[in-house]
């Protein structure tokens, strides 16, 4: 009956509106991992300390894009992350993307999955070029590294599809 069916259909929208939310996007055009989320030796400290982010290394200038659609909450210098841009999604999740050479958005402005949004650069407190990329969720800081598994998941699949439906 229509009700059924339109009970249905809201709470297949509910479910695409949540994950479009998630940081699933890839952070950066071309890097590699060279600092995990959690405790390590500060670089320029030489102590312990809690690293709340990932270090995707690359090349200057490399390609930085948005994980989730949202809106840009801070685009500018911002202390030891250099140059810096936080997003805010839907649902309780924000990212932030530090060290960057130079900012493509500004304060304000509503970004989408892919949306480039700076490049790569060794602003701020830095030993060399990385993007710092940090995920949150309901103000507490996670580890970004499943959500990049996810998003290569979803590439993954991506691919399969595009291949056995043509």
Known sequence: NYTNLLDQWQRLETAV???NSFPVGIPAEDYYVSSRFGRRRDPLKKKWANHPGLDLAGWPGTAIYATASGTVVHAGWFGPYGRMVEIEHSNGFKTRYGHMKKVRVKKGELVNVGTRVGDMGKTGRTTG???????WFEGKVRDPAPFLKAANDVLKIQERYEKTSK
């Open 17 to 19: 509106n949540v994950l």
């Open 129 to 135: 070029t990385h993007l710092h990329y940090e995920s």
